[in-house]
């Protein structure tokens, strides 16, 4: 299950999406998260389907990979699909059960609440699958530019932040390894009720934090050693420039969302 969770991985490629600028892929997820929770009824989130299923497509990103990373979290979205099948109201009613009504308007929910989680789950991650660390730190920090004005530590912040999302792979794979180590030592973590696999796991909780200490002091010190002193006076060895296939990019968000705004106004 842990080799499932792909977030925070990178995988180079010479795709027009690895060729974005990361500022203009920062804005086209939230144009089309946006879109995504504006999107009503059939004909909305078909089109934000096929625009991520293009995204996908034109990224050359492994539909395994795309797939594999869904996986440690669909027990959170079939309960949550779940807790909208019964608790949605609703007037053409299909089945009653222990004092639970399930409607057809219920179904309808919970399959467009399934779907909306993963599409959002999917266009998120395809930013860090198509988008380095470094580029993802540049653009953001390009992008809170103004807050400097009032003095707020965009840069440390846009550090803080990608550091975070680039340790989750390390993480999980030193997981991994306390894991097969305590197995080796009879360890059971796959036996037993929910509750007793759920206290199998406190003992990886204290070497994983001590690991984790260790390499945040290891990381700390080396950018010490390098001078590091935030972002006041900083260059960069790239400079962010827009071109026009981020203008068509723009486009086609503004597009996306134009449509599905419209859509429902027009009856479909």
């Not at 034109?58 to 779940?82: A, C, D, E, H």
């Not at 962010?240 to 134009?258: M, P, R, V």
Request: hydrophobic residues 50%; glycine residues 8%; proline residues 4%.
């Amino acid at each position: 299950m842990l080799k499932d969770i792909t977030l925070g991985q990178f995988f180079p490629g010479d795709s027009y999406i690895h060729k974005l600028d990361p500022r203009t892929k920062l804005l086209m997820v939230v144009i089309y998260i946006v879109a995504l929770f504006s999107a009503s009824g059939w004909s909305g989130y078909a089109l934000t389907g096929l625009f991520l299923a293009m995204a996908i497509l034109i990224s050359n990103i492994p539909f395994k990979s795309i797939t594999r990373g869904l996986k440690p979290v669909m027990v959170i979205v079939v309960f949550t699909g779940v807790l909208n099948l019964f608790f949605t109201p609703g007037t053409h009613e299909i089945v009653n059960i222990f004092g639970f009504s399930l409607t057809w308007e219920a179904v309808e929910r919970a399959f467009f609440m399934i779907l909306r989680i993963m599409m959002l789950i999917t266009g998120t991650f395809l930013l860090t699958y198509t988008t380095s660390p470094i580029a993802l730190t540049d653009g953001l920090e390009s992008l809170l530019s103004p807050l400097k004005r009032i003095k707020f530590p965009v840069h440390e912040l846009s550090m803080m932040m990608c550091i975070a999302l680039r340790f989750i792979p390390t993480l999980i794979e030193e997981t991994d390894k306390i894991m097969s180590a305590q197995k080796a030592r009879g360890a059971d973590f796959e036996s037993g009720s929910l509750m007793e696999r759920a206290r199998a796991l406190v003992p990886i909780l204290v070497p994983l934090f001590i690991s984790a200490f260790r390499r945040a002091d290891e990381l700390a010190t080396a950018m010490e050693c390098r001078c590091y002193q935030g972002g006041e006076g900083r260059t960069k060895m790239k400079q962010l420039h827009y071109t026009q296939l981020d203008f068509n990019a723009f486009g086609i968000g503004a597009a996306l969302l134009a449509a599905v705004l419209i859509l429902p106004r027009i009856g479909l």
